[in-house]
Structures are given as structure tokens and as C-alpha cells.
T-cell receptor, first 114, second 110 residues
Framework: NAGVTQTPKFQVLKTGQSMTLQCAQD?????MYWYRQDPGMGLRLIYY???????DKGEVPNGYNVSRLNKREFSLRLESAAPSQTSVYFC?????????????FGSGTRLTVV | QKEVEQNSGPLSVPEGAIASLNCTYS??????FFWYRQYSGKSPELIMF????GDKEDGRFTAQLNKASQYVSLLIRDSQPSDSATYLC??????????FGTGTSLTVIP
């Protein structure tokens, strides 16, 4: 099925460990996004890539880095995980920047940092 | 800080009733408005979007927008137990940035 694929679905990290969350879309979308969702906080934008070759910070970028590997793939890296980064992470994509028709979300990664 | 406000609920309605979900936003220049449904443990799924003042209907769902009052709502007619979920309101501002509300939890009681 066409859509946005995220891996892994679940992950437990120890404080200070690093990891990369992978995201790929097969809808030929130009724009991709990483969000985190925390109880009572809603969805908050971490980083986005308006088009292949560009990346920009969102609302909560500290502690994260991203790579737009090609048009399909957009990865999120935690260099030194902290308990405050325990969250559910969603990758999303849209046809173009501005998401005229909204986002398509991946299934999410549940990350726990202990 | 631009804000999108939703009543967190929970909102409970009997099966077959109309569920009314509300959202207010702070940026008067906001252009587009979206409603997402999120089942527990799942990702948000787009239900509807609306750009112009008035009503937009899609099956059992109706989105209503009043830009003067900075208010957008979602009506679900003939509510079903399968509609039980959290509903997220999202707003796109003039800079094409999206802002999400924290969601309203809806329970449809059989």
C-alpha cells in the first residue's frame, strides 16, 4: 500500500545512546516532516524538508538532526538521547510545502529513553 | 506563540446522535483548516479540510468555518462506536506553518 513507512515501531534507549529513525514515502511527495506527540502537548514540529536538498528547524529542534537522503527518505537522528525525548515520533509527507491537502502520516515510532 | 485550542473532553454521545467538536485559533491570518482522527495508538488520519467560510459536507462529516470568530467545528452525524477516537484540529497560517490542537477525545456509547 502506498504511504509513509517508519522504522522502527518501538525502541528503548539508554540515556546518552544514539539512534536514527527512518522514514520513506512512495507517493512522490516533495515535502516531509518529523513531529513528536506528547500527552497534553499535541503534535510539535521538529524538523521539515520543504523539498529534496533542503531542511529547516521546526518548533522543537534541539537534540535532533535530520537528513533528506533523497526525495523518498527523511531520517531523524538523536545523537545523545535524553529522557525528555521519550515520545511518539511521526513522520509525515505532503505534495508540496504548505500541504494544501494536509499531511499523510506514518504509523509512528514509540521511543522510550531510560 | 500561535495557538489552536480544543476542549480535551472526553465528549460522550449516544450512538446515532450528532457529535460536535470545536476548535478556536489565534492567528487571524490563518488560511486552511484540517480535521484529523486519531485512534488510540495509531497515527492521525485526515478527515476533512476547509478553506472558506461556511459549511463543507463529506458523508456523515460536516466542517464549519467562521473566520470572523476564528472558529472551526466538526459535526459527526449518526455517530457510530467506530467514531470513538481523538479528533485533532490543525491550522495552516500565512507562512504555511501548521499548528495542531491537543485534540478532543470522543466516545460514542452503543
Amino acid at each position: 500500500n502506498a504511504g509513509v513507512t517508519q522504522t522502527p515501531k518501538f525502541q528503548v534507549l539508554k540515556t546518552g545512546q544514539s539512534m536514527t529513525l527512518q522514514c520513506a514515502q512512495d507517493m512522490n511527495h516533495n515535502s516531509m516532516y518529523w513531529y513528536r506527540q506528547d500527552p497534553g502537548m499535541g503534535l510539535r514540529l521538529i524538523y521539515y524538508s520543504a523539498s529534496e536538498g533542503t531542511t529547516d528547524k521546526g518548533e522543537v529542534p534541539n537534540g535532533y538532526n535530520v537528513s533528506r537522503l533523497n526525495k523518498r527518505e527523511f531520517s531523524l537522528r538523536l545523537e545523545s538521547a535524553a529522557p525528555s525525548q521519550t515520545s511518539v515520533y511521526f513522520c509525515a509527507s505532503s505534495e508540496r510545502w504548505g500541504a494544501t491537502y494536509g499531511y499523510t502520516f506514518g504509523s509512528g515510532t514509540r521511543l522510550t529513553v531510560v | 506563540q500561535k495557538e489552536v485550542e480544543q476542549n480535551s473532553g472526553p465528549l460522550s454521545v449516544p450512538e446515532g446522535a450528532i457529535a460536535s467538536l470545536n476548535c478556536t485559533y489565534s492567528d487571524r491570518g490563518s488560511q486552511s483548516f484540517f480535521w484529523y482522527r486519531q485512534y488510540s495508538g495509531k497515527s492521525p488520519e485526515l478527515i476533512m479540510f476547509i478553506y472558506s467560510n461556511g459549511d463543507k459536507e463529506d458523508g456523515r462529516f460536516t466542517a464549519q468555518l467562521n473566520k470572523a470568530s476564528q472558529y472551526v467545528s466538526l459535526l459527526i452525524r449518526d455517530s457510530q462506536p467506530s467514531d470513538s477516537a481523538t479528533y485533532l484540529c490543525a491550522v495552516r497560517d500565512t507562512g504555511n506553518q501548521f499548528y495542531f490542537g491537543t485534540g478532543t477525545s470522543l466516545t460514542v456509547i452503543p
